[in-house]
């Protein structure tokens, strides 16, 4: 084990960090202990591959090195090359991702890269010829290329081993065996995917450069990659984060404590980043400017920079955002989850929680009263990858637009899976939970009309430019007692919330601003009658839920024209067909106004409601030293970001236009018809409200999903001032 001396610097003189550690003790014997115990733990629940699986892998891996060894030759040849450049010619395979870290478990895929000269191209060379000899060899199964993605990829199974193989051109007309790809002068003279599909092996490999002690490293990663899965926070393309930004923060806290054994570092990660002030980055090191001219993060220069809401910066030349996707809601969602591990680790010191507990699942279909269900299904199934894919990189967006257009009043979670109905070929359904923000005050009858944003969302999603007949997209509200069987385990759905698990008593305090509220009216009326408050609240939450929804009816089934929001066109829902969401009317309503109903309390009630709901504020009980060296951290010239700045108005004005297109696959036509919805919110009070046309329709700036894509360095146009939903 690496170990630093006094003054923070190892035997060689290198500090790694961009500050210096926190912490330089070592490990008790407690901590050796726990660390053995939670070793033991990971193993137990499956988190390491066997030694057949492992073997198996390297044969792969250099199969496919002699594959497109021979394939750089042949193209070599074909060009016409002489002899000696053809005898020379070569390609090499790199790893990056969680296979290169080392953390990957059995089954997982392996993130490839293919470094090849100057003359292979990759339009023609790796997605044509490479691509037909893959396709050929009977090894080779579910081959899928996309090149047009923002880092083209090409998805395959070799002997039944997932591989991600990207591509790199480099000036060089010979590619030596020996190739060291981090020094930043294999940037020279390449395009834009090759940088991008470089970064991948440069950052990882930088990554292992930059952290004090591997070992602790990788299972500290295995740790908290295992937790972040089971409370439902990993997937980038989701907006929480993925792969390579969990271990960016496991990285540096290892450089925070580098004598620290996993155990204390599991607790230091939450304690660390519980106690973080975003937008503040985090850094494994300095950002360098290079000499090649790529953009680098840098939000004193580059206006779009200032709103990322959770910077985390990759540490490889050109240095940028890795989590740029994150939105202010699911920011919210992790910053909970950590206090929740925060909270967790200061139990299992006390001896009074284990491991179980920390990585208890969260209980994602009991923490609100209203989702949104989407479904998606295609005709085959090539369609169904293709289609599936597209949507999953495009469900962020509609996160980032009913915040938009709530002003942050309504906040949603993604659920990061899918779920399949085994019933159905070539479907699945994702899920996403809403809410009211917790600093909202409830009013009586809340509504959040979000029907146009959702309609806006799928017109988006309609212009994928492979759509063919048969991929299909709905968008429906349902609430907690409907939702469909197939989503719990076994398709048998429970009858009602375990009570007694330690999650649903954290689940009280943390999730559902609107159930606390609802509680405190439950807790007045059942202080005369408490046995009949508590049975009758058991009941409700059963039957009939507090947050019910109120349909607008209109015209050809509310699909024409604006919505009406009248005393005599609302009716209220207590059913929600989930087969509905699969088999749908041509003239149903997808999408409803969701009603936030919360019965009235008088300010004592409130009072108490609101105390008995703790704010993530930091324990009283924490290290003040470390305390201190947190702040010190953040008030450095890393911490470049000072003022929470608003979310980066990801919306362009492309769709609202007076004549709207519709689109049907690959051909457009206009519509002489009204829109049949447009991105209007309205919030309102009590029964009745007047329909609001304040905003203007506004289309989604294409975002990709990809954990590594560099933003383009593009002006920001600032966007047009908005008013403010019409609130009576």
């Known amino acids: 084990m690496a170990s630093y001396g006094a003054n923070g610097l190892r035997p060689n003189g290198q500090r790694l960090g961009v500050t210096e550690p926190i912490s330089l003790g070592g490990p008790t014997d407690d901590d050796v202990i726990k660390t053995r115990e939670l070793e033991k733990y990971l193993e137990n629940v499956g988190l390491y591959e066997s030694q057949e699986e492992a073997v198996k892998r390297e044969e792969v891996l250099g199969r496919l090195d002699q594959i497109v060894k021979g394939w750089v030759k042949t193209i070599s040849r074909a060009k016409g090359l002489n002899d000696q450049l053809v005898q020379e010619a070569n390609a090499k395979i790199f790893t990056f991702g969680s296979y290169r870290l080392g953390v990957h478990g059995p089954g997982a895929d392996i993130d490839t890269l293919c470094v090849g000269p100057r003359h292979a191209t990759r339009e023609e060379d790796f997605f044509g010829e490479l691509h037909r000899m893959l396709s050929e060899m009977p090894e080779v199964t579910d081959m899928r290329a996309v090149p047009d993605a923002h880092v083209p990829v090409m998805e395959f199974k070799f002997n039944g081993v997932s591989i991600d193989l990207l591509y790199a ?225 495009r469900i962020r967006t509609l996160t980032l637009k009913i915040e938009r257009y709530t002003y942050n009043m309504l906040q949603c979670h993604p659920h990061p899976g899918e779920f399949s109905d085994k019933s159905k070929s070539f479907h699945c359904s994702y899920f996403m939970g809403l809410q009211r923000k917790k600093e909202i005050p409830a009013g009586e009858g809340e509504q959040f009309d979000i029907r146009m944003t959702v309609e806006e969302f799928k017109q988006t999603v309609n212009m994928y430019t492979r759509w063919r007949p048969g991929m299909e997209i709905r968008v429906g509200h ?73 349909l607008a009816s209109s015209s050809g089934g509310g699909r024409n024209g604006s919505p009406v929001s009248t005393a005599t066109s609302l009716m209220k829902l207590n059913h929600v067909d989930t087969n509905a969401f699969v088999e749908p009317r041509k003239d149903a309503v997808d999408i409803d106004m969701i009603n936030l109903e919360t019965p009235e309390v008088n300010e004592t009630s409130q009072m108490s409601t609101l105390e008995a709901i703790p704010a993530p504020t ?103 001032a908005l008013k403010k939903p019409l609130i009576r």
């Open 478 to 550: 349902v609430k907690r007692k409907n939702i469909p069987a197939f989503v719990f385990p076994g398709g048998i759905k429970p009858s009602r919330p375990t009570k007694s698990s330690s999650e649903s008593r954290r689940f009280v305090e943390g999730n559902s601003s609107v159930s606390a509220l609802a509680e405190a009216s439950e807790c007045k009326s059942s202080a005369e009658k408490p046995d009949e408050g508590k049975k009758r609240k058991r009941e409700n939450d059963d039957i009939a839920p507090k947050c019910s929804v109120s």
């Open 169 to 393: 051109k480099l000036s060089l007309w010979v590619i030596p065996e020996d190739l060291d790809i981090s020094q930043d002068s294999i940037l020279q003279n390449t395009d834009e995917q090759t940088v991008r599909s470089l970064n991948g092996c440069r950052v990882t490999d930088q990554i292992l450069r930059l952290v004090p002690n591997i070992n602790n490293f990788r299972t500290t990663l295995r740790c908290m990659r295992f937790w972040a899965k089971r409370r439902g926070v990993y997937s980038n393309v989701a907006g929480f984060l993925g792969g390579i930004n969990w271990a960016l923060l496991v990285g540096r806290i290892c450089q925070l404590y580098p004598n620290a054994l996993p155990n204390m570092l599991v607790s230091r990660f939450f304690r660390v980043y519980t106690q973080w002030r975003w937008p503040n980055p985090v850094m494994l090191c300095d950002i360098e400017e290079g000499s090649f001219g790529l953009p680098v993060w840098d939000p004193r220069r580059n206006p779009k920079d200032r709103f990322h809401l959770m910077p985390i910066i990759t540490p490889a030349y050109p240095c940028m955002n890795s989590s740029y996707n994150v939105s202010s809601s699911t920011l919210r969602i992790m910053t909970e989850q950590f206090q929740r591990g925060h909270e967790v680790c200061e139990e299992m010191e006390a001896n009074k929680a284990d491991w179980d507990t920390l990585f208890e699942p969260h209980p994602f279909f009991e923490a609100y009263k209203n989702y949104l269900q989407i479904d998606i299904n295609a005709e085959n199934a090539d369609d169904f990858l293709n289609w599936k894919g597209w949507v999953e990189s």
């Open 618 to 720: 930091i324990p009283s009980n924490f290290n003040e030293a470390e305390s201190l060296a947190i702040e010190k951290i953040m008030s450095g010239p890393c911490g470049a970001n000072k003022e929470p700045v608003p979310e980066l108005d990801e919306l362009e004005d492309n769709l609202g236009k007076a004549n709207q297109v519709e689109f049907f696959g690959n051909s457009t036509k206009p519509s002489d018809e009204p829109a049949k919805s447009s991105p209007v919110v309205a919030i309102m009070n009590g029964a009745t409200a007047a329909p609001s046309t304040s905003f203007a329709t506004e289309d989604l700036e294409e975002l990709e999903p990809s954990e590594l894509a560099m933003p383009a360095p593009a002006p920001i146009n600032p966007a047009a």
